[in-house]
């Protein structure tokens, strides 16, 4: 039994998706139920995942909507060698699941030191309320990560201590990562806007 | 009365005014004391950074002392944010590689190496075995400039200024050796998606071994002057020590990780590239401070070498052709002669491989390059020199082509030199990614420093500091 | 009559501002204001490998009232520009600055909502030493063009206006 048919047993009504694209365990979770997901993660023996490695967002806005966007090339034949070989024919197909098309993606790393694996939990969030419950209970690196994506996304994380910008300064209006945010759009505090 | 014992006089007369004065003084403090029963201490704010001789890099702390001794810590980053995930998304995949150099600038090559590996995993191809040696080598020359200039910048913080002109001497031997094979010597851009630039030059096992045999020296006159110095020592002993529950809670990984005694290492607990088959050791700590961190440092670099001395006796195929009839041409020249239309004949000549600024050339792209026709620029003088090169070549530039990797998402970590270095990438079909995170190794350990640098004395900010190896280009990217 | 002997002359006369601009050139301490990446060859440079303390400028100062070249060494973002501004403040007159690599010039490749195009736009720049980062070398060269522009006690007083695209 794979790290995501464990979840999915655990949570049967809040898992959305899971899948192994590229050998990655991936669990799409409601984001109701993170923060009981990731004590169960934390500590359960058979899961055991004691560090949070990274903590990140994707914004989904134009996502497959690039002008340059290929019309579906196939996937190039040899696999590499950190993948097993075909035992999972599914684990090829990357789609985004029905249910959970939300503009925002909150994407968990976690890694376990003792059995030496890694699961990528995603939380879809969606734009009207971009509200996820905080893991800085469980995780002391979840705090930096945490004011790092509201900063960058405008994500809030309830329950967080201390979010405020990190990167950034105060001044700065809107979340430069958004998709929508121009890249060269510049807020200065001192000297001309070049 | 003489004039001296006029000025005697004035002089003892404004003696006595200053000593009642003083006791006057000291008088209403006494009161103030018995009237309150105790003395009200406040602490003390300090602001240090965000430029300042001893943060190399750019960062504010602002400490809270009571007396000498630190009480908080408050930590704020954030001054060389130069955008590097929003800069990735605005072009082709191979157009951020420049920006990865400049992520950890003091070992570009492992952060090129996480990234092609990233883009790699996601289409699904694998690099030839040649390449995946090369990168072996030049991902641990990195991280043995990388350890040497932390240690020589920390050592010189504890005024050790010696040690710092000798590691930094050590590093430029180790430069000269990348800039023999990449052409520069920092930022280097050296891995493309799907292989390296170009093979490795001539002589460089030979280059390779003088330039170690020079580095050890080096190394070993710094373990003299340093390891057994009572001054070093007694800064360095039971100064920031993190223990290994706060070093886990905090995703504290790499060589500050490992000198609380957990021996997590990429390169062994998931091995990637050819890290499985050459042998080396993890060295760990016991107490995770700072001595303990200087000491796991100085070892991997030997290690570093051992690993770099066993991948070059290893490498596989694809030698340097070298025609002795004199058939041999730079490529660079073959190039040139290619714009003026002059290529009759240029398939049966052996091209000299120059693997710096003048390009590379067909023979020994195979070697180092994946086969995907899709994924890898040809070689130049099929660029210039046939009509399917060039065409090859062009699908792979223009905007709206290039490479495709099919849409999903990948994260590949490697090992860097202050820890896990993880790229994540999501693909949504078109040419140009769109979405790169980096997991910065020491963005967890500096979001840990406050919790560290409580406790102990005001000037054991500084080493603890220096054993962090901050890189404002990594942790603020 | 032939030429006078300067030997049996009492005094003799000469620009004193040149004999200073002589004495100031070989004397430059400088306040390196190392962000990033460039600050690595600036390592390189200082170290005895290339060996800056030739041209008299090997002593680094970290507190800016000692300095009189300002060393600008990486990328400037805007978070870090009102501090820049206030370490060029600080120094005393007469000052110089040097914009070390091509972020400090122009932004370089960093054209985004994080960086100044070009430290020019906030204070005055001397020498501009361009390259990501710049070779050694480069930097040498640089040195030297700014001690000759110390010799003839030039200065750039102005600053760089992007709507204009003039010094003004």
Request: aromatic letters at 10%.
């Amino acid at each position: 039994m794979n790290l995501s048919e464990l979840l999915t047993q655990k949570f049967p009504h809040d898992v959305l998706a899971t899948h192994r694209y590229r050998g990655d365990d991936t669990v799409i979770l409601k984001k109701e139920r993170l923060l009981e997901a990731a004590r169960v993660l934390k500590e359960d023996p058979a899961l055991d995942f004691n560090f949070l490695m990274d903590l990140t967002c994707v914004d989904y806005l134009v996502f497959e909507k690039s002008p340059s966007t290929a019309p579906s090339t196939a996937t190039p034949s040899p696999l590499p060698f950190f993948m097993k070989p075909k035992s999972d024919p599914k684990g090829e197909i990357w789609e985004r699941p029905e249910g959970a098309q939300t503009r925002f993606e909150v994407i968990y790393h976690f890694y376990s030191l003792s059995k030496n694996h890694r699961l990528r939990l995603k939380v879809p969030v969606e734009e009207k309320s971009p509200e996820v419950a905080s893991l800085t209970s469980l995780w002391a690196s979840a705090d930096w990560f945490e004011r790092e994506v509201w900063d960058m996304y405008g994500i809030v994380f309830k329950g967080h201590p201390n979010l405020k910008r990190i990167l950034l300064y105060e001044e700065f209006i809107g979340h430069p990562l958004r998709k929508d945010y121009p890249v060269n759009k510049r807020q200065p505090l001192i000297g001309p806007v070049n | 009365m003489t004039k001296q014992q006029v000025w005697l006089l004035v002089i003892g007369t404004c003696l006595v005014f200053v000593i009642w004065l003083l006791e006057f003084n000291m008088g209403k403090i006494q009161e103030e004391v018995t009237k309150t029963g105790t003395t009200e201490t406040r602490s003390m704010l300090l602001n240090i950074g965000p430029s300042h001789p001893a943060m190399h890099g750019i960062v504010r702390i602002v400490a809270e002392l009571d007396g000498e001794t630190i009480v908080g810590a408050d930590v704020e980053i954030g001054y060389l944010h130069r955008a590097f995930e929003k800069m990735c998304e605005t072009g082709p995949y191979n157009n951020a590689i420049p920006y990865t150099d400049r992520l950890n600038y003091v070992s570009p090559l492992i952060n090129n190496v996480g990234y092609c590996m990233a883009v790699e995993k996601l289409l699904g191809i694998e690099v030839t075995e040649r390449c995946k040696y090369i990168r072996v080598i030049m991902s641990e020359i990195s991280r043995i400039s990388d350890h040497l200039t932390c240690i020589g910048a920390s050592a010189m913080e504890l005024g050790a200024f010696t040690v710092f002109l000798y590691m930094i001497k050590a590093r430029e031997y180790l430069w000269e050796l990348i800039e023999k094979v990449t052409g520069a010597r920092l930022t280097i851009s050296y891995t493309r998606v799907g292989g390296v630039k170009g093979d490795l030059p001539q002589q460089f096992k030979e280059d390779t071994a003088a330039a170690f045999k020079q580095t050890r020296e080096v190394l070993k006159e710094c373990d003299q002057l340093l390891t057994r110095n009572r001054i070093f020592v007694d800064r360095m002993k039971d100064v920031g020590v993190i223990s290994k529950e706060d070093a886990i809670s905090y995703g504290v990984t790499g060589p500050f990780l490992r000198s609380t005694g957990i021996d997590y290492d990429v390169r062994k607990a998931q091995p990637y590239l050819v890290y499985d088959r050459i042998d080396f050791d993890i060295p760990v700590g016991e107490n995770g401070d700072n001595l303990d961190r200087y000491m796991v440092r100085m070892e991997e670099m030997e290690q570093s070498m051992r690993i770099v001395e066993k991948a070059l006796e290893r490498l596989p195929g694809g030698s340097i052709l070298v025609d002795d009839q004199g058939h041999e041409m730079p490529a660079a020249f073959m190039v040139d002669e290619a714009k003026m239309g002059r290529t009759a004949g240029f398939k049966e000549r052996i091209v000299r491989m120059d693997p710096t600024l003048e390009g590379s050339s067909g023979s020994h792209h195979p070697a180092v390059n994946a086969p995907e026709k899709k994924v890898v620029l040809p070689a130049k003088e099929d660029t210039y020199g046939n009509i399917e090169g060039l065409m090859d070549h062009f699908k792979l530039v223009m905007v709206g082509h290039g490479i495709r990797p099919p849409k999903g998402e990948a994260y590949f970590p490697v090992e860097g030199a202050n820890g896990e270095l993880g790229f994540y990438v999501v693909s949504d079909g078109s040419d140009r990614p769109y979405r790169v995170r980096v997991r910065p190794p020491c963005f967890p350990i500096m979001a840990a420093l406050s919790k560290i640098l409580v406790g102990d004395m005001m000037a054991d900010m500084v080493p603890t500091f220096g054993s962090v190896n901050m890189i404002g280009g990594e942790l603020d990217r | 009559m032939g030429a006078v002997d300067i030997t049996k002359l009492d005094f003799f006369t000469s620009k004193l501002d040149a004999a200073v601009g002589w004495a100031r050139k070989f004397s430059i301490f400088q306040y390196p204001f190392v962000t990033a990446c460039c600050g690595m060859e600036y390592m390189a440079t200082a170290c005895s490998h290339y060996d800056v303390d030739r041209f008299g400028a090997g002593l680094p100062r970290f507190s800016p009232r000692q300095s009189d070249v300002l060393f600008v060494v990486g990328t400037i973002s805007h978070k870090l520009a009102p501090v820049l501004k206030k370490v060029y403040d600080q120094m005393t007159e007469p000052k110089w600055v040097v914009a070390f690599g091509v972020c400090t010039c122009t932004g370089g490749f960093y054209d985004n909502y994080a960086t100044v195009m070009g430290i020019d736009t906030i204070i005055p720049v001397d020498v501009y030493i361009p390259g990501c980062p710049p070779r050694p070398e480069n930097v040498l060269d640089g040195l030297m063009k700014l001690q000759a522009k110390i010799e003839k006690g030039e200065k750039q007083t102005k600053l760089y206006d992007p709507a204009t695209k003039r010094l003004i």
